[in-house]
């Protein structure tokens, strides 16, 4: 499986920021759930919000009410795109963001990070 993130960038407070996740590869019909983390400096990297297959969604409570984690497979190709929209963003929000993806055999794969820089 192949993820590439996207979006991230330098906001003020209270801004909004839309990452996306552009997912494909061998696997992609095994993916079980589809998710965001962070990591801060200094800090591990923790769960922002994941998505399963069926919709389920799920979020930090960190970042409920805030932020929603969405997906779009509108073509019905093996690709689709997972999108966090980032709204009422705090400096504490400051992260390296990673999408995953974690098939139903359990095999967790990572994008690479876009940082996120929110200032006060």
């Known amino acids: 499986v192949q993820l590439q993130a996207s979006g991230g960038g330098l906001v003020q407070a209270g801004g909004s920021l839309r990452l996306s996740c552009a997912v494909s590869?061998?696997?992609?019909?095994?993916?079980?759930?589809r998710g965001w983390y962070r990591q801060a400096p200094g800090k591990q990297r923790e769960l922002v919000a994941t998505i399963t297959s069926g919709g389920t969604t799920n979020y930090a409570d960190s970042v409920k009410g805030r932020f929603t984690i969405s997906r779009d497979n509108a073509q019905n190709m093996a690709q689709d795109m997972v999108y966090l929209q980032m709204n009422s963003l705090k400096p504490e929000d400051t992260a390296v963001y990673y999408c995953?993806?974690?098939?139903?055999?359990?095999?967790?794969?990572w994008g690479q990070g876009t940082q996120v820089t929110v200032s006060s």
């Open positions: 995953n993806a974690v098939l139903w055999a359990g095999r967790t794969y």
């Open positions: 590869g061998r696997y992609f019909y095994n993916i079980q759930t």
